[in-house]
Structure formats: structure tokens, C-alpha cells
Nanobody, 121 residues
Framework: QAHLVESGGGLVQPGGSLRLSCAAS????????IEWFRQAPGKEREAVSC????????YYHDTVRGRFTISRDNAKNTVHLQMNNLKPEDTAVYHC??????????????WGQGTQVTVSS
């Protein structure tokens, strides 16, 4: 059974860094584009980043471009999101999700339970 598990969230001060991980089991992560999206209380779900199956294409939301970096290790069936210079507005639950195919279409086929990121002084 396909399963995604996010980890690495936590409480960090503004300007700090976190590295989120997305681990897959039950399927070959390398066949799919992987997205990270976030959802804060009272706000709509927001696509943060995406990486194609071969890592040849990456996408970043305007609000995180230059601060976040997505990467993948297909051999380890994992995807990472390095988040630097975090801001209070980055506070949300972050989920990783599979795309139905190898390209970033943001049609989330499956996603994990999420990991909480809180940026506060």
C-alpha cells in the first residue's frame, strides 16, 4: 500500500532553517513528480514546491523562491525540502504529495499526514 510520511517540522525562530523529509513506502517514489503543499488555519491549501521524477524540473511558489530548495534521492525513496530564512507566514502544516505522473501537474494523487512548521519568536 502506498504510504508517504513527512518529518522534520518543528518550532523555529524567524530567520531559522528546517529540513523536511518525505519518505515513501509501498511504491517507487522515483516514478513520480513530488509536490510539497502547506495549509495554515483558515487559509487555502498552497502549493509550495514541486520536483519532477528525474529532478530535471523544479517549481517554487513566489513567496518561497530563493529560500526553499527541493531535492530528491530516488535510491532512498525520499524527497527533501530545505527551508531557510523562515518567516512567520511560513507557519503551516506541510504535506508531501505524489503527482499521478512524472511531471508537476499539482494533481495530488496521494499525500501524507503532514508535519507542523511553526515560525515564531
Amino acid at each position: 500500500q502506498a504510504h508517504l510520511v513527512e518529518s522534520g517540522g518543528g518550532l523555529v525562530q524567524p530567520g531559522g532553517s528546517l529540513r523536511l523529509s518525505c519518505a515513501a513506502s509501498g511504491f517507487t517514489l522515483g516514478r513520480y513528480a513530488i509536490e510539497w503543499f502547506r495549509q495554515a488555519p483558515g487559509k487555502e491549501r498552497e502549493a509550495v514546491s514541486c520536483i519532477s521524477s528525474d529532478a530535471g524540473f523544479t517549481y517554487y511558489h513566489d513567496t518561497v523562491r530563493g529560500r526553499f530548495t527541493i531535492s530528491r534521492d530516488n535510491a532512498k525513496n525520499t524527497v527533501h525540502l530545505q527551508m531557510n530564512n523562515l518567516k512567520p507566514e511560513d507557519t503551516a502544516v506541510y504535506h508531501c504529495a505524489t503527482d499521478p505522473g512524472s511531471s508537476c501537474t499539482f494533481e495530488y494523487a496521494s499525500w501524507g499526514q503532514g508535519t507542523q512548521v511553526t515560525v515564531s519568536s
